[in-house]
């Protein structure tokens, strides 16, 4: 990976692959990594690699907000995906965009000079599917906008697919976090997926296009972050709109349209899919039984928990339960 990194507009940081403790938790099995420290936090860069196509995980961990400003020298398709957090990129060509959590787009950056800007301590994640230009001539799904896309690529021009980024919904999410896992596979099974991936989202894009962007605040953004974590870290709690809203500071009119903007969901969905998420991967492999799974994720009734689940996979919790670990 040929990357410099300079934090704060200072000197330039050093990147090693000799990887401290504290990032453990969030490597990826056989992905090659380097990082970098400072008195801002850590930077973790990840790559699965194919022939063609390689797939990057960039984490950045920091206790407090920061400017870094990262440079590359491969041009380079990236369908990019930003999954944690925001970050506020200043891209040359391109100006001041950003990411949202769950936003994603297709970019083509030939200069590779970017300004990353964190307004807060926290955890930063997105994922980068970095494809040649020559992809462009294979056969994707028909999309207009792809016409000045690919005029823009063939003259060198940043380009970005769409104006808005797009918000990645649960059945691609999985398959963002499915591709991650592909270190561990041959790399002809990574270039497939890796292109499947590339070829669904040129299809929402196509069928469903958002063209309004996030009109929420940062702050706003930020508190909307803040409940979906404690949501996520706590299922079992009884959470009411009335309870989210005094958390977060934001009235109901502010918190579900900010849901919405961000994760195309509103509040209950939205706690609904990842308590069904979650309820997927513990009914796996018999350890949990059907009941103990159930008040994991924050159901009471085992009826009305076994009701849910039938309603959203189109099969019983027991069926699942008996089906061999993923």
């Known amino acids: 990976m040929l990357i410099k990194l300079i934090a704060d507009n200072d000197k330039e940081l050093v990147l090693t692959d000799q990887l401290p403790e504290v990032l453990d938790k969030y490597l990826v099995a056989g992905a090659t990594g380097i990082s970098a420290s400072g008195t801002f936090g850590h930077v973790l860069f990840q790559q699965i690699q194919s022939e063609a196509i390689t797939v990057r995980l960039q984490h950045f961990i920091l206790n407090r907000g920061c400017t870094i400003v990262m440079q590359e020298y491969d041009p380079m398709l990236k369908l990019r995906f930003h999954l944690t957090n925001h970050i506020q990129y200043h891209i040359e060509g391109l100006g001041n965009l950003v990411f949202y959590e769950q936003g994603y787009n297709l970019l083509y950056i030939p200069f590779q000079h970017n300004r990353l800007h964190f307004q807060h301590a926290g955890v930063y994640f997105s994922v980068d599917i970095e494809f040649p230009t020559e992809t462009l001539d294979e056969k994707l799904p028909p999309l207009v906008l792809m016409n000045d896309f690919q005029k823009k690529v063939l003259h060198e021009q940043p380009a970005m697919l769409v104006p808005v980024n797009q918000v990645a919904d649960r059945g691609l999410l999985a398959k963002v976090h499915q591709l991650l896992q ?39 953004a930020q508190a909307i972050y803040g409940i979906r974590k404690k949501m996520e870290d706590d299922l079992q709690h009884d959470w009411t709109l009335k309870e989210i809203t005094q958390l977060t500071g934001l009235n109901d009119y502010k918190l579900k349209t900010g849901f919405h903007q961000l994760y195309q969901s509103s509040p209950a969905d939205y706690l609904r899919d990842i308590r069904m998420e979650k309820a997927w991967q513990l009914l796996s492999g018999k350890k949990y039984s059907v009941s103990q799974v159930a008040e994991e994720v924050g159901y009471t009734n085992l009826s009305a928990f076994s009701k849910a689940f039938k309603k959203y996979y189109n099969i019983t919790a027991r069926e699942r339960s008996k089906e061999h670990s993923e």
């Open 182 to 220: 592909m270190g561990k596979r041959s790399t002809s099974v990574l270039q497939m997926k890796s292109m499947g991936l590339l070829t669904l989202c040129l299809e929402n894009i196509s069928e469903r296009p958002l063209w309004e962007p996030v009109t929420l605040s940062m702050q706003e």
